[in-house]
């Protein structure tokens, strides 16, 4: 554990110390803090020489182009609010701009070209893909070699990571085969977006070299959600334009002694300024899944046991901005009735929060509070939380604390049995090849009942440079048995290219459980596992096989083989196929599990017809069964979906028969 703390600092140190200084002689960096309506807050203000009545011309880039003019509304020491100055340019929140300052009176500053009328522009508006509620806005500046991404989203999950990709000229913004590549063109990755506690998203990213894509090269954008297996929660069409006059920015002129500036305002906001309005985004669903079995067990002619299950459910998720002092609400949660012959499932009806807190950043200061049930986004070990949680820093380092309970497990009920805290750190960098992200936490549990205390530390880090990835997983736990660190969790994951088209991937886990509500901390079945395989990217899809190692607290190693394969879209018929299939050995048993399936889109409708065979067999006796699945998925509206999902299943002593059915809308 030594050395794995040791290589962390390190990494942290290195990208802290290759953090470099932007701002020029002549310019003033500045950070964008806030937003609202039409004004625009800026981390400086008079003791910068910013004043009231100035204006402020501001650029990308110390020398990149002029993005367009400011003009200051109000000012004090570290404060500025200022609202654009002809026409608007697109910016963000977090945003890093360099600044001219021209103060009224001064004449006007020679100017001279910094780009020409090869520079190109283009946008992209995204709409929502699966219902996710997801929209944001992507601009994109060409300069010849290289290309400049900057976007906003609505609507993301705090707990989740989003990627965007960019789409040959063949693809298209809608339907069942939105923002997919055609005839075998490489996709092309544009960057990771950072979301902050209400949701919100924040692109920015610098392609050139290698990773260049020239404006007109490529037709749409995408936002797709790694956490979730890259499923597509937005596509956008790029339209690209070329500015009508060669952009022009003013020679930068001598700062004006603070003694000679007119007094700051003691209004630092016009009476004039617009209330922000209210937002929010989400996903309400209503589903209703059926299930009919019968099972034949026992006894020389068995009697079949025949059940019935109906469950329909409601989830709910949004997050709502701009509530009165800055708030922001998230909430998550699943409402089900559930009937069962016999009465065999209890409670029949149950209600379960995932999520439902308040959550506040702070402009002065960068402090982000979250109160009430929520899961800490910063870091990954400690679960969720009814309580209240701090956290110190934006993007790069940050550290925080979390204060509050345990909620119960079996029903997501609230309940002060379980106190805890956390202290945290947590580090990232996000860049267009390169990105690092890092947590290092503390917890400790202390229930008020008759259980053992838990005390852990847990170290989660993630590394991408271009195709590599490097994902690693360390928790420590004290045994109050034994008063000695342990390690109950390890976890490395590895994927390294090899060529453009072929990559090896490893794997090697080992946990060992602890449970607060047994009589022993540990509860003693060690689970080791490592993998190594391959994925090869090939005619649009991708092929791939796998060994895994297990074995289960010291008993003797058993081997699994596995494969699959991808194709989303083929020239035949437009089918795509895909399918996996694994045979794993343990002592007399021996299982095999095969998953072929067959996908097809007729317009806006999108089918998907798969079969599975699960066969395992010991000296005794051997158990098949046959599964086939049918699925239609379609749009009623732009923003309404459903799904249709039938599932047959025959076996030697166990017939069933379900049906799936959902109804979905994002806002």
């Given at each position: 554990?030594?050395?794995?703390?040791?290589?962390?600092?390190?990494?942290?140190?290195?990208?802290?110390?290759?953090?470099?200084?932007?701002?020029?002689?002549?310019?003033?960096?500045?950070?964008?803090?806030?937003?609202?309506?039409?004004?625009?807050?800026?981390?400086?203000?008079?003791?910068?020489?910013?004043?009231?009545?100035?204006?402020?011309?501001?650029?990308?880039?110390?020398?990149?182009?002029?993005?367009?003019?400011?003009?200051?509304?109000?000012?004090?020491?570290?404060?500025?609010?200022?609202?654009?100055?002809?026409?608007?340019?697109?910016?963000?929140?977090?945003?890093?701009?360099?600044?001219?300052?021209?103060?009224?009176?001064?004449?006007?500053?020679?100017?001279?070209?910094?780009a020409t009328s090869d520079e190109l522009a283009g946008q992209a508006t995204l709409h929502q893909e699966n219902g996710s509620g997801i929209s944001a806005r992507i601009?994109?500046?060409?300069?010849?070699?290289?290309?400049?991404?900057?976007?906003?989203?609505?609507?993301?999950?705090?707990?989740?990571?989003?990627?965007?990709?960019?789409?040959?000229?063949?693809?298209?913004?809608?339907?069942?085969?939105?923002?997919?590549?055609?005839?075998?063109?490489?996709?092309?990755?544009?960057?990771?977006?950072?979301?902050?506690?209400?949701?919100?998203?924040?692109?920015?990213?610098?392609?050139?070299?290698?990773?260049?894509?020239?404006?007109?090269?490529?037709?749409?954008?995408?936002?797709?959600?790694?956490?979730?297996?890259?499923?597509?929660?937005?596509?956008?069409?790029?339209?690209?334009?070329?500015?009508?006059?060669?952009?022009?920015?003013?020679?930068?002129?001598?700062?004006?002694?603070?003694?000679?500036?007119?007094?700051?305002?003691?209004?630092?906001?016009?009476?004039?300024?617009?209330?922000?309005?209210?937002?929010?985004?989400?996903?309400?669903?209503?589903?209703?899944?059926?299930?009919?079995?019968?099972?034949?067990?026992?006894?020389?002619?068995?009697?079949?046991?025949?059940?019935?299950?109906?469950?329909?459910?409601?989830?709910?998720?949004?997050?709502?901005?701009?509530?009165?002092?800055?708030?922001?609400?998230?909430?998550?949660?699943?409402?089900?009735?559930?009937?069962?012959?016999?009465?065999?499932?209890?409670?029949?009806?149950?209600?379960?929060?995932?999520?439902?807190?308040?959550?506040?950043?702070?402009?002065?200061?960068?402090?982000?509070?979250?109160?009430?049930?929520?899961?800490?986004?910063?870091?990954?070990?400690?679960?969720?939380?009814?309580?209240?949680?701090?956290?110190?820093?934006?993007?790069?380092?940050?550290?925080?604390?979390?204060?509050?309970?345990?909620?119960?497990?079996?029903?997501?009920?609230?309940?002060?049995?379980?106190?805890?805290?956390?202290?945290?750190?947590?580090?990232?960098?996000?860049?267009?090849?390169?990105?690092?992200?890092?947590?290092?936490?503390?917890?400790?549990?202390?229930?008020?009942?008759?259980?053992?205390?838990?005390?852990?530390?847990?170290?989660?880090?993630?590394?991408?440079?271009?195709?590599?990835?490097?994902?690693?997983?360390?928790?420590?736990?004290?045994?109050?048995?034994?008063?000695?660190?342990?390690?109950?969790?390890?976890?490395?994951?590895?994927?390294?290219?090899?060529?453009?088209?072929?990559?090896?991937?490893?794997?090697?886990?080992?946990?060992?459980?602890?449970?607060?509500?047994?009589?022993?901390?540990?509860?003693?079945?060690?689970?080791?596992?490592?993998?190594?395989?391959?994925?090869?990217?090939?005619?649009?899809?991708?092929?791939?096989?796998?060994?895994?190692?297990?074995?289960?607290?010291?008993?003797?190693?058993?081997?699994?083989?596995?494969?699959?394969?991808?194709?989303?879209?083929?020239?035949?018929?437009?089918?795509?196929?895909?399918?996996?299939?694994?045979?794993?050995?343990?002592?007399?048993?021996?299982?095999?599990?095969?998953?072929?399936?067959?996908?097809?889109?007729?317009?806006?409708?999108?089918?998907?017809?798969?079969?599975?065979?699960?066969?395992?067999?010991?000296?005794?006796?051997?158990?098949?069964?046959?599964?086939?699945?049918?699925?239609?998925?379609?749009?009623?509206?732009?923003?309404?979906?459903?799904?249709?999902?039938?599932r047959s299943q025959r076996g030697s002593n166990l017939t069933s028969n379900s049906?799936?059915?959902?109804?979905?809308?994002?806002?």
């Amino acid at each position: 554990m030594t050395r794995l703390l040791s290589a962390t600092l390190v990494v942290l140190g290195l990208f802290l110390l290759s953090a470099r200084a932007l701002a020029q002689e002549d310019r003033l960096e500045v950070v964008v803090q806030y937003i609202a309506g039409v004004n625009i807050y800026l981390n400086v203000g008079t003791q910068a020489g910013i004043n009231p009545g100035d204006t402020l011309f501001a650029y990308s880039e110390p020398d990149g182009a002029l993005l367009g003019a400011f003009e200051v509304i109000g000012s004090s020491e570290g404060r500025a609010v200022v609202t654009f100055a002809g026409r608007p340019f697109p910016v963000t929140r977090g945003d890093v701009l360099q600044l001219v300052i021209r103060s009224p009176g001064q004449t006007a500053p020679a100017t001279r070209p910094i780009a020409t009328s090869d520079e190109l522009a283009g946008q992209a508006t995204l709409h929502q893909e699966n219902g996710s509620g997801i929209s944001a806005r992507i601009a994109f500046t060409d300069r010849g070699g290289v290309l400049s991404v900057r976007g906003t989203a609505v609507g993301m999950d705090p707990g989740h990571e989003y990627a965007s990709w960019l789409y040959d000229n063949g693809s298209v913004a809608h339907g069942p085969t939105a923002c997919i590549s055609t005839n075998g063109q490489r996709s092309i990755m544009v960057g990771t977006w950072t979301v902050d506690s209400s949701g919100n998203g924040r692109l920015t990213a610098t392609n050139d070299g290698a990773d260049y894509a020239a404006l007109g090269s490529f037709k749409t954008v995408d936002v797709r959600n790694a956490s979730d297996g890259y499923l597509l929660v937005a596509c956008g069409e790029v339209r690209v334009r070329r500015p009508a006059e060669v952009a022009q920015r003013p020679r930068a002129a001598p700062p004006v002694p603070a003694g000679d500036r007119p007094p700051p305002q003691q209004r630092l906001l016009p009476r004039s300024t617009p209330h922000r309005s209210l937002q929010a985004s989400g996903r309400l669903s209503v589903d209703l899944n059926v299930l009919e079995s019968s099972t034949q067990v026992g006894g020389a002619i068995p009697a079949p046991v025949d059940r019935r299950f109906t469950t329909p459910s409601l989830r709910f998720r949004t997050a709502v901005a701009n509530l009165p002092g800055g708030l922001g609400f998230n909430t998550n949660l699943r409402a089900s009735s559930r009937y069962s012959t016999g009465d065999v499932i209890q409670p029949a009806q149950s209600l379960r929060v995932y999520q439902a807190s308040l959550a506040k950043e702070f402009e002065s200061v960068p402090i982000q509070m979250q109160l009430g049930r929520f899961y800490n986004p910063h870091e990954t070990f400690s679960g969720y939380w009814d309580g209240l949680l701090l956290h110190l820093g934006g993007q790069g380092l940050g550290a925080g604390v979390a204060l509050g309970f345990q909620p119960d497990r079996q029903n997501e009920g609230v309940t002060t049995d379980l106190p805890k805290y956390t202290a945290f750190l947590d580090y990232q960098y996000r860049g267009n090849s390169l990105s690092y992200r890092a947590d290092l936490s503390y917890t400790e549990v202390k229930p008020q009942i008759d259980l053992f205390d838990r005390r852990f530390f847990g170290l989660a880090q993630r590394f991408r440079l271009q195709r590599f990835t490097l994902n690693q997983r360390l928790q420590v736990d004290r045994n109050p048995e034994t008063d000695k660190w342990e390690v109950t969790q390890v976890e490395v994951r590895t994927s390294v290219p090899v060529g453009r088209k072929l990559a090896l991937r490893t794997q090697f886990s080992m946990r060992q459980p602890y449970s607060i509500f047994s009589s022993k901390a540990s509860s003693g079945f060690k689970r080791e596992r490592g993998s190594v395989g391959f994925a090869y990217s090939l005619a649009g899809g991708t092929i791939g096989a796998d060994v895994t190692a297990n074995r289960l607290d010291g008993t003797d190693i058993s081997y699994a083989y596995g494969s699959h394969f991808n194709f989303p879209r083929t020239a035949f018929l437009s089918l795509g196929f895909n399918g996996s299939a694994s045979y794993w050995k343990r002592n007399s048993i021996k299982t095999l599990f095969l998953s072929p399936g067959i996908r097809r889109s007729f317009g806006r409708l999108d089918s998907r017809l798969s079969y599975q065979l699960y066969s395992t067999a010991n000296s005794v006796t051997t158990i098949t069964t046959h599964t086939f699945d049918l699925a239609f998925s379609f749009p009623l509206t732009r923003r309404w979906f459903t799904i249709l999902q039938a599932r047959s299943q025959r076996g030697s002593n166990l017939t069933s028969n379900s049906l799936y059915t959902g109804l979905w809308v994002g806002f």
